[in-house]
C-alpha cells in the first residue's frame, strides 16, 4: 500500500459522494487508500480489494506467529516425533 498523501488521498464526503466511480477505480488502479471525512474528521478509509486481502493475510499470520510465542512461553510445545506423529494423522484424515 502506498504512503497516504494528504493533497489526494483525504476528502470530504460529499466530494466522494460525487466522484464515487472515479475513486472507486482509482484505488484499484493505484492501489492507494482514500481517507473520507464528515464534518472535517476522518469518518472512513477505503481501499482496493486485494489491499484488503493482503492485510487480512497479514494479520492472520502475525496471530499465528503470536500463538506460537504464547504457546512456546507457556511450555506448549511438541518434540519433532509428535509433531511428525500429528502431521501424518492430518494428512491420512486428508486423504479419505
Known sequence: ???ISVSNDIIPVGQFKSGLAKYLKEIQSKRNS?????NGKPAGVLISPSVFDE?????????SISRGLSNSEKGEVLTTSRLKSELRKTRVGKER
Open 1 to 3: 500500500m502506498k504512503n
Open 34 to 38: 482514500l481517507i473520507i471525512t464528515q
Open 55 to 63: 492485510l487480512i493475510q497479514t494479520k492472520l499470520f502475525i496471530d
